[in-house]
């Protein structure tokens, strides 16, 4: 999952404590690495936003993992990821994500983004709403290799919840 480019209004930063710029094309990052890291995200992003799951693929090691921490789910390997974006495009067809904040840095890309999109269908096990969704997330991408290593996704569960009934159990769960 990455930020749709462009959207409408978008505010990433390219390092910690720089300020944010109306581009997200563009880094503030110094570092080679970290600028490198950085064309590595938008190839992503771009293949991502156009469904271009084999595009996307290439930007990912061998032994990439996903995983999308408030649901203690993973998917291991490029054929597990594979699945991973089929299962997300079917749950939430028309998903964007608007990037509010993005750090470029030497071993890895993290991005704040605003989720929008209907679910549906189901969402990696979660029986869909059918209801717009809105919620916010933090990917961690690391990097190795001059490829990602995969995604690790934040969001709060209670709002996710809150919009989505059949996701209520998960907050009654123990704790994983």
Known sequence: ???????????PSGVAGTAARLNPFETTATHPQARANHA????HARAEN??????????????????????????RGKDQVRDFYRGLWRGIPNVRLEL?????AEDCVVEESEVYGRMEGPLFGIEPSGADLRYRVVIFFPVRDRLFTGERVYFDLADFARQVP????????PSR
Request: charged share 30%.
């Open 1 to 11: 999952m990455v930020a749709s480019l462009p959207t409408a209004r978008c505010y």
């Open 40 to 43: 590595l995200w938008l190839e």
């Open 50 to 75: 156009h469904r271009e799951l084999e595009r996307l693929v290439a930007t990912l090691h061998d032994d990439c993992e996903y995983e999308v921490v408030p649901l203690a789910q993973r998917w």
């Open 100 to 104: 509010l904040h993005r750090i470029d």
């Open 166 to 173: 059949a996701a209520r159990a998960l907050l009654e769960a």
